[in-house]
């Protein structure tokens, strides 16, 4: 590897959303800072399974329903 090109990688703390803290290495900030979480894997829905909010913008969704409402189904 050659030397002087690649970032410091420093020890960190990082904070979750719920006050937790844990120590990591990284090369964001200085050594010894705090990297305070908006979001993390305790509150974002895509790792909690929250519930799925589907946007109809300009009738996509009902457009996209009513053209394969039967398409499965058996008679």
Known sequence: MKA?????YHMITVVMTDGTEYQTRST???PGDKLNLDI????HPAWIGGAQQILD??????RFQK????FLKKD
């Open 4 to 8: 002087e090109i690649h970032p410091d």
């Open 28 to 30: 964001w900030g200085k």
């Open 40 to 43: 993390d894997s305790k509150s």
């Open 57 to 62: 913008r300009g009738g996509r969704v009902s």
């Open 67 to 70: 053209k394969f409402s039967g």
